[in-house]
């Protein structure tokens, strides 16, 4: 793994790696500070505790006092651990900090080496003390404790033996064999050290890699926005003018074949026009561009132009569209109502696109009313195909439909879902489906919305009732200019409501 992340650099360590190694070594450095700062007082303790074990007292005949072994732990003991304490809370991750704590550490295994009385027991407190000095992973720490380790049982092996080896009298070598030992652990602590190096040398390179990489697709994605957006203003203009000039067109004496003809364009552009909308929305969701506005709106208004806005052929499927409202719901609010308007027309025509027979519904219930806000829940609720259980996590993902035979047979862009639930968390409200295969589906989303007190008759009833409204199947006889041509990708959907997706 680590050959394999070395193998991609093409040059020297860039100043980035170089930059976010030191960053990483010196976090290391300031951690095992303080964690050697804990193990000092702990072996101050132990060594107190372990020369009041030993050698409590000493006697000179009938006279006793405090042994000698328990007054060095005492004050040699807090000698050994003031300084390195000091260092590292006041210094951590310096240099001089580390190298105090190697000496004082390896000088406190040779105090409970005496303490002991030479215990070969306690000589693996040597070893266990360099494998903690190896968590700084720097192996020059490893340097000025080994040697004062082989100092150390230089000179007591010549001039005390018993209180490093136990023993009255000892070979004057004996301190080689030992140092051997150190010597040969230094050697196996410094490779481990070495290839701990080499893995923070290899996490930076790859750290370093994943940035450059995601600077790249983050600049990739503001190109590809900034395209999307540009070229949905350019084709929005032509087509503007395109659809206007068929508007005029209709309004002209035409013959029933030709009318068609001209509704037929007006329906192909609209989607069209649609379809670009939808891009332009989705690259400003992905830049993060989302905006939204605050005004004053009338949620009644704003239902009765979203109901009235259906499409008129709904008598091809005899679908009946009913709106039911709460007669508690404030009707006065601030807000952006032209993407509470978007939401709402996406919901309703995907419930128009998978509905062939039955009833859609668009209920508006209070949730929580307080002096200044309201939280209203939106459902719309048809009898539908439905969505399979295994199918539900692709909802509201881009450029994704439940399976690719509703793109051919009902179209759709994929986007709807989508932008709707981008829309709602903007707002800062919430998003949700509940569906059965072959019954249909309830989509809800609650928003939470200021109140307007300055609007006056705010639950004053307008001239529909709040509390039910239903729009009829169109009859079948109806005049062909009002009833327009549709593809057959769009069939019964208006311009309004291509682009969305279930």
Request: aromatic share 8%.
């Amino acid at each position: 793994m680590i050959d394999s992340i070395e193998s991609t650099r093409k040059s020297a360590p860039s100043q980035a790696e170089r930059d976010l190694f030191d960053l990483h070594a010196l976090a290391i450095y300031r951690r095992t500070d303080r964690m050697f700062a804990y193990l000092m007082v702990l072996q101050w303790v132990v060594a107190i505790a372990a020369a009041y074990w030993f050698s409590p007292r000493t006697w000179d005949g009938v006279q006793s006092s405090m042994h000698p072994h328990l007054l060095m732990a005492i004050f040699g003991g807090g000698l050994l651990a003031s300084l390195p304490v000091a260092l590292a809370w006041r210094m951590p991750g310096h240099a001089i900090t580390r190298y105090v704590i190697a000496i004082s550490q390896v000088l406190f295994s040779s105090l409970l080496i005496h303490i002991t009385g030479g215990r070969i027991e306690t000589h693996f407190h040597i070893f266990v003390s360099l494998a903690f000095l190896a968590a700084y992973r720097d192996w020059k720490v490893l340097a000025p404790a080994t040697l004062v380790i082989i100092v150390d049982h230089v000179i007591r092996d010549i001039w005390w033996p018993e209180s490093i080896f136990g023993v009255a009298t000892a070979s004057h070598w004996r301190w080689l064999e030992h140092a051997a030992w150190v010597l040969f652990e230094d050697l196996v602590l410094a490779f481990t050290i070495r290839q701990s190096i080499r893995e923070m040398r290899a996490l930076a390179l790859h750290t370093v890699q994943l940035e450059q990489a995601r600077q790249v697709a983050e600049e990739a994605s503001c190109v590809k926005g900034q395209f999307l957006a540009s070229m949905s203003h350019e084709l929005r203009t032509p087509l503007n003018g395109v659809i206007g000039m068929t508007e005029l067109l209709a309004d002209s004496p035409l013959s029933e074949r030709q009318r068609r003809f001209v509704n037929a364009c007006q329906s192909s552009g609209a989607l069209l026009l649609r379809l670009i909308n939808d891009i332009l929305d989705f690259s400003k969701i992905e830049a993060g561009h989302l905006e939204l506005e605050e005004h004053p709106f009338e949620l009644q208004q704003l239902i009765e132009d979203v109901m009235s806005g259906m499409p008129p052929r709904l008598h091809e499927r005899d679908v009946q569209l009913i709106c039911r409202q709460d007669d508690s719901t404030p009707l006065h609010l601030l807000g952006d109502s032209h993407r509470l308007r978007q939401v709402l027309v996406n919901l309703l025509g995907n419930a128009l696109k998978f509905t062939e027979r039955g009833e859609i519904t668009l209920r508006t219930e209070r949730q929580h009313i307080s002096d200044d806000r309201v939280t209203l829940l939106f459902s719309i609720e048809d009898t539908g195909i439905g969505i399979p259980a295994d199918r539900m996590d692709r909802l509201f993902q881009s450029f994704s439909q439940v399976d690719s035979s509703i793109r051919r047979k009902y179209g759709g862009s994929g986007l709807g879902l989508s932008i709707s639930k981008a829309i709602v968390h903007a707002i800062g409200g919430e998003i949700g489906v509940e569906s059965h295969e072959g019954l249909g589906s309830r989509f809800w989303f609650a928003v939470n919305l200021r109140r307007d007190h300055d609007a006056t008759n705010e639950f004053d009833s307008p001239a529909m009732p709040p509390s039910s409204f239903e729009v009829q199947p169109a009859p079948r006889h109806v005049a062909p200019a009002q009833v327009p041509f549709v593809p057959e990708a769009a069939v019964s959907l208006p311009s309004e409501f291509v682009g969305s997706n279930h």
